[in-house]
């Protein structure tokens, strides 16, 4: 079983900043990509950033020079910067970790149950 667990979250005035953190943790040999992606309420989820395990990012267009994601594949724990933060950028945050390979030979994708983040204005 791998399990993530998000960490982080709460509440920010508008231009502030917070530290989104994600621990995998279970039964790992490998994590190949891993991510953030967020859901406001009555909207679609969409892709905040992604790294790949050799460091390689990419940010969705309305947190690009805003946010920054890191990670330190020997804890298997991703993070996100996240600075200049806005009233828009309010949703539920949520970890992914893409075609993570286990000690039973099996690869497959995970999400974290999510982090609130709230922006006030």
């Known amino acids: 079983q791998v399990q993530l667990v998000e960490s982080g979250g709460g509440l920010v005035q508008a231009g502030g900043s917070l530290r989104l953190s994600c621990a995998a943790s279970?039964?790992?040999?490998?994590?190949?990509?891993m991510g953030w992606s967020r859901q406001a309420p009555g909207k679609q989820r969409e892709l905040v950033a992604a790294?790949?395990?050799?460091?390689?990012?990419n940010y969705g267009d309305s947190v690009k020079g805003r946010f920054i994601i890191s990670r330190d594949n020997a804890k298997n724990t991703v993070y996100l910067q996240m600075n200049s933060l806005k009233p828009e950028d309010t949703a539920v945050y949520y970890c992914?970790?893409?075609?993570?390979?286990?000690?039973?030979?099996?690869?497959?994708?995970?999400w974290g149950k999510g982090t609130l983040v709230t922006v006030s204005s």
């Open positions: 992914h970790a893409d075609s993570v390979v286990t000690t039973d030979q099996d690869v497959m994708d995970y």
């Open positions: 279970g039964n790992i040999l490998r994590i190949n990509a």
């Open positions: 790294i790949t395990r050799r460091g390689g990012t």
